[in-house]
């Protein structure tokens, strides 16, 4: 059974920075594409980044480029967010996703990630 957990969400002054993590736990996790979105009330849910299984390939949504980085540590099975000169407009509830086709490489969006975790709320004061 695949488990996601994030963590590393809280309460930031425009301007500061968070860094998210997310654990995963039951599957090779380094063969598996990994992603970051966001969702706020009324809204889709928005692909912010996603990264290859290798790390060697990164997608970031257009307004977030230059201010969020995101990377992985196979060997602690974990996935990180960065979060740069945070904006109220990020403001969101995160969640982590593993897209379950192994070696798989396609659209950072959430109809392509198959496992999720309960979310981690960012929210940035102006």
């Known amino acids: 059974q695949v488990q996601v957990v994030e963590s590393g969400g809280g309460l930031v002054q425009a301007g500061g920075s968070l860094r998210l993590s997310c654990t995963v736990s039951?599957?090779?996790?380094?063969?598996?594409?990994m992603g970051w979105f966001r969702q706020t009330p009324g809204k889709e849910r928005e692909g912010v980044s996603c990264?290859?299984?290798?790390?060697?390939?990164?997608y970031y949504a257009d307004s977030v480029k230059g201010r969020f980085t995101i990377s992985r540590d196979n060997a602690k099975k974990t996935v990180y967010l960065q979060m740069n000169d945070l904006k109220p407009e990020d403001t969101a509830m995160y969640y982590c996703a593993v897209d379950l086709f192994p070696l798989h490489w396609g659209v950072c969006g959430s109809q392509g990630y198959n496992a999720w975790g309960q979310g981690t709320q960012v929210t940035v004061s102006s």
């Open positions: 990264i290859m299984w290798t790390g060697g390939g990164t």
């Open positions: 039951g599957l090779t996790f380094d063969r598996y594409a």
